[in-house]
């Protein structure tokens, strides 16, 4: 077959049903061209697609998606002429200078409804585009988005948000020297607990809910003492008593004790408390976790043992995880499997790829993709023709697309994915 340059390719990319990556001439400035123009042609009526014109509104976002990712980190000026797409709002937003990252936060929000789908939208990319602009020396300032952000937002605007706490853990990875960061902040949100200011009295709770958690899952981990679960739901909040009055929880329990007392007035501290016993469990203790795992099948806490699991067990316990995966057919458990797999079992990850469970087949696919080998990915592609289509799309995007326009690792569920846009992904099994 002939290779396609520039709007050929594009037009081929956007709208087929089957592998096209391998059909590109390898010319990325002529791609990028092509694609600017593309997307000023589709925008240029300013008609908005209606919410039933799937087709009009999928490639609206598969051009705004592949401009973000093929657009120079200075080429702010390309998304500038699409301020009501969320995509590309963050475009924008993440290539804004330093010197210029407050224009995140006086940004129009549209529209005015508190609570509407495309206002949640237009702030979480405003948000996440202000999160990501933050320099690494300065990443403690994120942990005051609330002083920042609360002249934009509404009431219940928060109930939406993309919890900058999260950024600020996934970033700041040394667990000694988040401490204390987290611990002032929790103190600050707890200072303004009972504001009479509604949308004040929510972030502040949101936020020190948040901090609570992550301090007290540092000092979980770093403390692993395994004891039996408990039988009652009862037990589990007594245990969590016991262990907060205690050094080295003592002085956070101390600081969090009035969030402690909402959340147990709500009845949500017993999932706290149930996560409290798991992250206690260390890498010497992780055969109690998986064994008394059952424990929590079908439970909502079932997804947080499974992720300290993927921290814990041993790399050669493979067998363990065998019997694990297939237990139940709760997607969770493939995403688990597939964040702990080291590379060198790749090919196990073959037996799911046509789970009846589409979401499972397409994550241990892509996970596959990920870890094996170039050359044997290859050798899959000489036989492409014998693929299932979805299988021969994702293959295709891996060994011959633009770094970044290749797959994610792990296909996240979907209220994940929802909440933080930069897992989107229009060209994958779920155009989304």
């Avoid at 301020?83 to 407050?102: C, H, K, Q, V």
């Avoid at 529209?111 to 237009?122: A, S």
Wanted: net charge negative; charged share 30%.
């Amino acid at each position: 077959m002939s290779q396609l340059n520039g709007s050929a390719f594009l037009e081929r990319l956007l709208e087929a049903g089957g592998p096209i990556w391998h059909r590109w001439d390898g010319n990325a400035p002529a791609l990028l061209d092509a694609l600017i123009s593309a997307t000023k042609n589709e925008f240029a009526s300013n008609r908005v697609p209606e919410a039933r014109d799937h087709e009009a509104s999928l490639r609206r976002r598969r051009l705004v998606w592949l401009l973000d990712r093929l657009a120079p980190a200075a080429g702010l000026e390309l998304f500038e002429p699409y301020p009501t797409e969320e995509l590309a709002i963050y475009g924008w937003g993440r290539r804004l200078p330093l010197d210029r990252r407050n224009e995140l936060t006086t940004f129009p929000i549209t529209p005015d409804t508190p609570g509407h789908w495309g206002r949640r939208m237009v702030i979480q990319a405003l948000m996440l585009a202000w999160c990501d602009t933050c320099p690494n020396d300065r990443l403690e300032s994120i942990l005051n988005w609330r002083d920042v952000w609360s002249p934009a937002l509404k009431q219940h605007d928060i109930c939406w948000l993309h919890d900058p706490e999260d950024e600020f853990y996934r970033r700041s990875t040394d667990i000694k020297s988040r401490y204390q960061p987290m611990l002032v902040s929790l103190q600050r949100s707890i200072a303004v607990l009972h504001e009479a200011d509604e949308t004040v009295r929510e972030s502040a709770q949101a936020s020190g809910f948040r901090l609570l958690t992550y301090l007290l899952r540092d000092i979980a981990i770093q403390n692993p003492v395994a004891v039996r679960p408990h039988a009652l739901p009862e037990e589990y909040q007594s245990w969590m008593d016991s262990v907060l009055a205690s050094a080295p929880f003592a002085e956070v329990a101390e600081f969090g004790c009035d969030l402690l007392k909402i959340r147990r007035e709500r009845g949500t501290d017993e999932f706290l408390a149930r996560s409290l016993w798991i992250w206690r469990h260390g890498k010497n203790d992780w055969q109690q976790l998986y064994f008394n795992s059952g424990m929590f099948r079908d439970d909502w806490i079932s997804e947080r043992v499974l992720d300290r699991l993927a921290e814990i067990v041993p790399e050669d316990e493979l067998e363990t995880w065998g019997t694990l995966v297939t237990w139940d057919s709760d997607d969770s458990r493939i995403r688990a499997f597939c964040r702990w797999l080291p590379p060198k079992y790749a090919e196990v990850l073959r037996d799911h790829f046509n789970h009846p469970d589409r979401e499972w087949g397409a994550c241990a696919y892509q996970n596959y993709l990920s870890k094996a080998p170039e050359p044997i990915l290859r050798l899959v592609w000489a036989k492409m023709s014998e693929l299932p289509q979805w299988q021969a799309e994702l293959l295709d995007r891996r060994l011959f697309a633009p770094q970044r326009v290749r797959l994610a690792p792990i296909v996240e569920d979907m209220q994940t994915v929802e909440g933080d846009l930069r897992l989107q992904d229009p060209f994958n099994h779920r155009s989304y």
